[in-house]
C-alpha cells in the first residue's frame, strides 16, 4: 500500500515559479513510478510528466522545457519544479504512483493517488 500526499501549490502570477512536492508512504516506493496529472474545471485529467526505473523521465509537450521532475528516494519524495508558468498551467495537480506502468501518461495505470493541489496562474 503506498499513501501520497502532495504540497506546495498556491496562486502565482504569470512567469513565476511554484514547486510541488509528493510525499509517499511504504517501504518499496522507490521502485514505482511516479506521475504528475492535472485536471483544469470542465476538462480531463492529463497527464503532466512522469518518473521511473530510477531517472527516466517524460514529460507532455506543453510543459518541456518549464517543468523538471525529480525524486528522492531517501525522502519518499517526488517533486515537480514549475517555472515559466502560465494562466494556462491552471489546474488541480496530482501524483499517482504505479508498480507496473512507469512512465505511462494513462491515469487508469496508476493505482495510488494523492488528494491534488490547486496551482493558480494569474495573468
Known amino acids: 500500500q503506498v499513501q501520497l500526499v502532495e504540497s506546495g501549490g498556491g496562486l502565482v502570477q504569470a512567469g513565476g515559479s511554484l514547486r510541488l512536492s509528493c510525499a509517499a508512504s511504504g517501504r518499496t516506493f522507490s521502485s514505482y513510478g511516479v506521475g504528475w496529472f492535472r485536471q483544469a474545471p470542465g476538462k480531463e485529467r492529463e497527464f503532466v510528466a512522469a518518473?521511473?526505473?530510477?531517472?527516466?523521465?517524460r514529460y507532455t509537450d506543453s510543459v518541456k522545457g518549464r517543468f523538471t521532475i525529480s525524486r528522492d528516494n531517501a525522502k519518499n519524495t517526488v517533486d515537480l519544479q514549475m517555472n515559466s508558468l502560465k494562466p494556462e498551467d491552471t489546474a488541480v495537480y496530482y501524483c499517482a504512483a504505479t508498480q507496473y506502468f512507469g512512465g505511462s501518461r494513462s491515469p487508469a495505470q496508476y493505482n495510488y493517488w494523492g488528494q491534488g493541489t490547486q496551482v493558480t496562474v494569474s495573468s
Open positions: 518518473i521511473w526505473s530510477g531517472s527516466s523521465t
